[in-house]
């Protein structure tokens, strides 16, 4: 897929994104907050990909960060949460595969159910690990495919259609994780096997 199919298949999708989403936001709040509560004063971070924002009331306050996305109708419906967090968030239009900084530049990066997205799941993985000094942690929020009957079927059978309006229901996010490089230090389901918090680390 081109960086313009991505794209544009997102910015089809924004104008009824939140509507999808509706509920699911309530029902992993608590397991996003824990997540994003890990966000540290005084570090460098980078969030990707900030969507329409729906993330953004479940950061803890007072933090800096660099959020990106490749989807300009998504990051257009989430200037409003931007302008309205009490902290600073710089969101910007960038492919996660192509970040716009140096080497080892963040302490930290998040995801929120955005290896579901990225076209190149492996190419987003080294792209975060350039960006990462050796040492920082990358912090995930993401749903995957299911290792148990009949959850394993039921994904794959709806990825066709979901693929086609933005997610992939089916991929296997920790073993890209750690095949790109990093140190897994933690994985804690949050529904089933497929909603899950990721927690690992740039190898020094
Ligand atoms: C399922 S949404 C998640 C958005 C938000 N984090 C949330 O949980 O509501 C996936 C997001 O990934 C973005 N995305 C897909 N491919 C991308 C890429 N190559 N680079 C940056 N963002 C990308 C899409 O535009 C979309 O906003």
């Excluded at 544009?8 to 709040?29: H, I, P, Q, V």
């Excluded at 190419?123 to 960006?131: H, P, Q």
Aim: charged fraction near 20%; charge should be positive.
């Amino acid at each position: 897929m081109t960086k313009k199919n991505a794209s544009s298949r997102w910015d089809g999708t924004a104008r009824f994104y939140d509507w999808l989403a509706f509920g699911a936001e309530k029902r992993w709040e608590p397991a996003k907050r824990a997540l994003f509560g890990r966000m540290t004063p005084g570090k460098r971070i980078l969030f990707a990909a900030l969507g329409t924002g729906l993330d953004i009331p479940f950061f803890p306050p007072g933090q800096e960060m660099v959020a990106i996305d490749i989807s300009a109708a998504m990051l257009a419906r989430a200037a409003p949460r931007v302008a309205a967090y009490p902290g600073r968030i710089e969101a910007r239009l960038m492919d996660i595969t192509a970040l716009e900084y140096p080497d080892g530049w963040f302490d930290q990066v998040f995801t929120s159910c955005t290896f579901c997205s990225v076209p190149d799941p492996m190419a987003g993985l080294a792209s975060l690990r350039r960006v990462m000094k050796p040492g920082a942690e990358l912090a995930m929020f993401e749903h995957t495919g299911s290792h148990y009957f009949p959850f394993n079927l039921l994904l794959n059978l709806c990825n066709p259609v979901c693929r086609h309006i933005g997610p992939e229901m089916n991929r296997d996010t920790v073993a890209h994780v750690i095949r790109a490089g990093f140190r897994v230090e933690a994985v804690n389901p949050v529904f089933l096997d497929v909603v899950k918090t990721i927690r690992a680390i740039k190898p020094i």
